[in-house]
């Protein structure tokens, strides 16, 4: 049951939220279909690793202009003159901050066995968001919740309890 003090604003919002991380989640696993079927793993995309340098050249393409790409492509240019970055070594940064989150959003859309039930049958969007949102009530319903998060997780709780009861 819906709490009708709520505005239709923030049910909306939640409502647009939740088909947002549904349908973004789906998108990622459609994504990273083709690493899992060639059976890529983590150590394959940390420094060092069998596909690290693909998955660098393709987040430096996603977060840099075509111009900044070819120069932070170009080796042959130094990332430091004189104690002073260049414009290469002031593009680094940018690419390796982002690196990270990339790498662990793949490796989650990779994870196959998050996606399977007990069954092993593979479970749909709508399961996984619904389970999704139960870590979530799960979490703001601890003693110290209140101490983790910049809001009130009491009503963040009954928020998400009203929105998962209006979807089903």
Do not use: C
């Amino acid at each position: 049951m819906t709490n009708l003090n709520n505005s239709t604003a923030i049910k909306d919002a939640f409502r647009d939220l939740a088909k947002a991380f549904r349908e973004h989640k789906d998108r990622m696993r459609t994504l990273a279909k083709p690493l899992v079927a060639a059976k890529v793993a983590e150590s394959d995309m940390k420094p060092g690793g069998l596909y690290y340098d693909d998955l660098l050249d393709g987040v430096a393409r996603a977060y840099l202009t075509e111009k900044q790409y070819v120069i932070w492509a170009d080796t042959s240019l130094s990332v430091q003159v004189k104690g002073e970055k260049t414009e290469r070594g002031k593009l680094q940064p940018k690419v390796t901050s982002n690196l990270s989150k990339v790498r662990n959003a793949v490796l989650e859309a990779m994870d196959v066995t998050k996606y399977t039930s007990k069954a092993g049958q593979p479970r749909s969007a709508t399961q996984i968001f619904f389970d999704d949102m139960d870590k979530y009530v799960e979490k703001f319903a601890k003693d110290d919740a209140s101490d983790k998060f910049e809001f009130d997780t009491r009503e963040a709780r009954h928020a998400i309890i009203a929105m998962v009861k209006t979807l089903k």
